[in-house]
């Protein structure tokens, strides 16, 4: 009933940016906190960062300063702006939206399948 769908990731050099976005289609009535996760081979799943609705941001150590969250309303469309990336970097990275559906008034959270991002010389 709802997708997310991620694009923009590859294969980048250290130092190097890449922007990634995340679109989500169904029957929304309206998304709540969007978010980035990424899981390193062999390691946990992460927070990236995050967006509320109202715009207000959330971002890990590792990543502050480096990226930037934004999110088109208009759209549904959330996008995480990778700047100096670094080789510890290297993630798939997962789009997550919590979203309230037509049909009812809760609200349910949702992945994205993941995009690959390779940060390597």
């Known amino acids: 009933q709802v997708q997310l769908v991620e694009s923009g990731g590859g294969l980048v050099q250290p130092g190097g940016s890449l922007s990634l976005s995340c679109a989500v289609s169904?029957?929304?009535?309206?998304?709540?906190?969007m978010a980035w996760f990424r899981r390193a081979p062999g390691s946990q799943r992460e927070l990236v960062a995050s967006?509320?609705?109202?715009?207000?941001?959330d971002f890990a150590d590792a990543v502050r300063d480096r990226f930037t969250i934004s999110r088109d309303n208009d759209k549904n469309t959330v996008y995480l702006r990778m700047n100096s990336l670094k080789p510890e970097d290297t993630a798939v990275y997962f789009c997550?939206?919590?979203?309230?559906?037509?049909?009812?008034?809760?609200?349910?959270?949702?992945w994205g399948q993941g995009t690959q991002v390779t940060v390597s010389s």
């Open positions: 967006i509320g609705s109202n715009g207000r941001t």
């Open positions: 169904g029957n929304i009535f309206r998304i709540y906190t």
């Open positions: 997550n939206a919590d979203v309230r559906l037509t049909i009812d008034s809760k609200i349910y959270e949702y």
